[in-house]
């Protein structure tokens, strides 16, 4: 059946060629998955407890070198300092008592006149809280997506069950979960990088963006079922969804990304990995709303086919 649009055509040759964008996926999660088992993830002093010290210098802000040599010598191991606007800077370490604190403080104002914004110390048994809690609200939200989109599919049963546009949904939220995460792996491990509660806020906007690209490509295809053309078979179905909801796919994340990247060019060094994160999570999730979730149910239906000869 020929395409009566280009971008109808775009998406069932995307469909035709699906077998490349799995092998693509299948490289970047496999590399995700092996840097994640070999590196693991820095956490932060949200998830591992410890203190947090914001100041703002009143003059210009000392050389972040001559403010690392300084605290070094207080013997604290390590504090990992970071800049933050034009005048202030962010110091975490260990779990520092009070008299610390002061220490800290007076050895770095001696680089300058300041003000302290805040500190806030997080202990032990509150970081594995914390980690306990970001673990079961993303396996919670997964679980929720798979029982809403059965629900919301339940009265498309053919050819291929309502569950299954669940279950292919949260296939294609692993692979964006777990893209992001692996950078992060080797982040942490080459360059210090931590995850904190902004990471695990990023990712659950990430699912939630994904998922709502996904299932509006869904969705699609439980109306072109209802309106079939005779003698289209469910892989064209699938195509002409794709290809009638594209060009929208694409347009919504990149007026998202020019955001993101502002953001992260522009904003400040505290919420730079966070809108890293949601940069490459939105990527990751275009493309498997694209490529995996949607390619997803034709395979499945063609291996059913070929199962039931």
């Known amino acids: 059946q020929a395409c009566n649009q280009a971008s109808s055509c775009l998406a069932m040759n995307l469909i035709k060629f699906r077998k490349f964008a799995y092998a693509l996926s299948f490289l970047l999660v496999a590399a995700s998955i092996a840097l994640l088992l070999t590196f693991g993830l820095k956490l932060g002093i949200d998830f591992t407890g410890g203190s947090i010290l914001e100041v703002e210098y009143t003059a210009p802000r000392p050389q972040i070198s001559a403010i690392e040599e300084k605290v070094s010598a207080l013997g604290f191991g390590h504090v990992l ?3 933050t606007g034009e005048r202030g800077v962010i110091l975490r370490a260990r779990d520092l008592s009070e008299e610390e604190h002061q220490r800290l403080l007076a050895e770095i104002s001696s680089q300058g006149s300041l003000q302290e914004l805040r500190f806030d110390s997080i202990g032990p048994t509150i970081g594995r809280e914390l980690q306990d809690r970001a673990a079961w609200a993303t396996l919670l939200v997964l679980a929720m997506i798979i029982l809403y989109v059965a629900w919301a599919f339940r009265h498309v049963s053919r050819p291929i069950s309502s569950w299954m546009y669940g279950v292919f ?20 491990k080459y360059y ?31 109306e072109n079922l209802k ?12 195509g002409r969804s794709l290809g009638e909801t594209l060009t929208r796919s694409i347009n919504t994340s990149l007026t998202v990304l020019i955001v993101l990247l502002a953001l992260y060019f522009l904003g400040s060094e505290s919420t730079k990995y966070f809108s890293l994160t949601l940069i490459v999570g939105i990527i990751a999730g275009t493309y498997s709303s694209i490529f995996i979730a949607s390619p997803l149910l034709v395979t499945w239906h063609n291996f059913r086919q070929k199962r039931a000869r």
Do not use: C, N
Not at 227 to 238: A, L, P, Y
């Open 227 to 238: 309106k079939q053309i005779k003698g289209e078979v469910f892989e064209e179905i699938v």
């Open 81 to 83: 300092i970071q800049p």
């Open 169 to 188: 949904a949260v296939v294609a939220l692993f692979h964006d979960i777990l893209i992001p995460a692996g950078l992060f792996a080797f982040l942490g």
């Open 192 to 222: 210090g990088v931590e995850i904190d509660t902004l990471f695990v806020t990023a990712i659950l906007t990430v699912l939630g963006f994904s998922v709502h690209d996904t299932i509006v490509v869904f969705d699609r295809v439980r």
